[in-house]
């Protein structure tokens, strides 16, 4: 049976594989040991649902959690969740007084240790802080001029019980292009930033700056942890390798049933703009997806699958809907058949994948799965199917038929 028939009936749903989840996380953490893997659940788990993705991945041996936002891991919090969690982006609004109350890791790249310490010491508790260093990136992180300043002023709030130092981190540019000599530059700096803290008096946890590009291609960025986004929902982060080949999960499937299909002549245009006619008479089928459940406009061609067979979406991408062209005709009853059929966008091995949705967007796999709206009911499958598909276990494959 497709594991797929079990989920709750939804008219758009995304579905996430946890035994996916928790595959992905086992396999990096193989790759990455004996560094500890920490699992970024940042923006809802990348559209995946923050909570059941945090659970899944510590249940499979992730150490540690990371948002980008305080609120974000408050709600880790507050759902219960207790194991370490680091916030690293965060304005004058962010709640630091509750981040330290609920025990949450703060990044700091330089102002916000001043407001770290404030409220350290309002709460009389003491804040744990991991220092940025900006190695190259150019976005957050403490400037290479300025580290040995702030690392001394992290220091004296540490002596005076305001903090302790956890962890030192930065963030990488180019990882995703492993041939780019920027990396080894950043990795550089990296080490040598390390050194002046420890040299200064830093006794830190943990070191770490690898994102799941470099934790699949640079064994030299792993350290004391590893920062994994992409690789644990099951996606590539290299364009020219597939998930498959890096013994990864895709742990999302997006799919609805054809909202209504029907025969039309030649000529038919489809769609606003009517950029699409038809050449032939043929059957048309309409997918209740569109722009605002976060397939990008632009995607016109991407895939969509029905019945085991792929068709590329015709004409726009409108708010609520999209248009297949089943190019059949003269068949009785095809669009009697078609009408209530699962309709699959992207999904695991076997059906499209969100690359090709990235590619049909001009954007990235990352923003894919990132902007599917609240809208698409999320549902929750733990298929194990995942884990034998995909088993390195040389028994399992030699149980396969
Ligand atoms: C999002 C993010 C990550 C995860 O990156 P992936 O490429 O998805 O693994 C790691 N570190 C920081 C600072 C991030 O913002």
Known sequence: MNYLETVPAAERSAVVDLAAIRHNVRHLSEIAKPARLMAVVKADAYGHGALEVARAAIDAGASWLGTAHISEALALRT????????AWLHTADSDFSAAIAANIDIGVSGWELEAVVAAARELEVPARVHLKIDTGLGRNGCPEELWESFVGAALAYQE?????VVGIFSHLAVADEPRR??????????REAVAVAEDAGVDHEVRHIANTPAVLSRPDSHFDLVRVGLG????SPFPGQSAQELGL???MTLKTTIANCKEVPAGQGVSYGLHYRTAEPTTLALVPVGYADGIPRVATGGPVMVDGEVFPVVGRIAMDQMVID???TGVAGTADTFLGKEAVLFGPSGYPSVDEWAQASGSINYEIITRISGRVTRSYIDSGAAESAVSLDPDAEAALP
């Open 79 to 86: 759902a219960g969740i207790t194991a370490p969690v680091l």
């Open 160 to 164: 005076d019980g305001l903090l302790r």
């Open 181 to 190: 000599q920027e990396t080894d530059q950043q990795l550089q700096r990296f």
């Open 232 to 235: 644990m929902f099951g996606l």
């Open 249 to 251: 999960v895709p742990a």
């Open 326 to 328: 089943l190019g059949r």
